[in-house]
T-cell receptor, first 115, second 112 residues
Framework: DTGVSQDPRHKITKRGQNVTFRCDPI?????LYWYRQTLGQGPEFLTY????????KSRLLSDRFSAERPKGSFSTLEIQRTEQGDSAMYLC?????????????FGDGTRLSIL | DAKTTQPPSMDCAEGRAANLPCNHS???????VYWYRQIHSQGPQYIIH???NNETNEMASLIITEDRKSSTLILPHATLRDTAVYYC?????????????FGQGTRLTINP
């Protein structure tokens, strides 16, 4: 398997700008997850897709955040009107169905820095 | 909140076995134990998972106690590249319970 791919690896932007991240899961993995990790903390769950359906969203995912997975393959995470507190590593993971015990495999993340 | 308790840090000599403990006293019958590690500036790397039987793969062994209230991850011959934060996570394996809840993990340092 090629691993989960995330783009870009780093993003620096000014407060108030919109940013979009892309995640390409491992091929044939029908489940896709987004997490956020701040310095010194473990990753925190944001949202989960099964194929193109977004089935779960964390309360961390404010209305400035939107995630899509239009054809059940790659996914995008957009943050509108970025704030200082959005600075973090955004991680994507994917897993194979149908068994729910299959492990999630992570990409190396997009590090977002808000100036 | 994470359902596991791990020591914040451990040290191990290179070439020795590293044994990382995890307590999960409230684990329920359909919850699996997963282990991940994270090396600085990389995403978490899956290591191993299990339900009640001991498991072994090319990376590590997972020993789960008979009452399932604790487990140990064993890296048989630790190398410097095993220095990382190790996370023990319990997770239900049903629809609607997909998220991984990470705690603070154990920072393992392998010393030469």
């Amino acid at each position: 398997d090629t691993g989960v791919s995330q783009d870009p690896r780093h993003k620096i932007t000014k407060r108030g700008q919109n940013v979009t991240f892309r995640c390409d899961p491992i091929s044939e993995h029908n489940r896709l997850y987004w997490y956020r990790q701040t310095l010194g903390q473990g990753p925190e769950f944001l949202t989960y897709f099964q194929n193109e359906a977004q089935l779960e969203k964390s309360r961390l995912l404010s209305d400035r955040f939107s995630a899509e997975r239009p054809k059940g393959s790659f996914s995008t995470l957009e943050i509108q009107r970025t704030e200082q507190g959005d600075s973090a590593m955004y991680l994507c993971a994917s897993s194979r169905g149908p068994d729910f015990n299959q492990p999630q495999h992570f990409g190396d993340g997009t590090r977002l820095s808000i100036l | 909140d994470a359902k596991t308790t791990q020591p914040p840090s451990m040290d191990c000599a290179e070439g020795r076995a590293a044994n990382l403990p995890c307590n999960h006293s409230t684990i329920s019958g359909n919850e699996y134990v997963y282990w991940y590690r994270q090396i600085h500036s990389q995403g978490p790397q899956y290591i191993i998972h299990g339900l009640k039987n001991n498991e072994t793969n090319e990376m590590a062994s997972l020993i789960i106690t008979e009452d399932r209230k604790s487990s140990t991850l064993i890296l048989p011959h630790a190398t410097l590249r095993d220095t990382a934060v190790y996370y023990c996570i319990v997770r239900e394996t049903i629809q609607g319970a997909q998220k991984l809840v990470f705690g603070q993990g154990t920072r393992l340092t392998i010393n030469p």
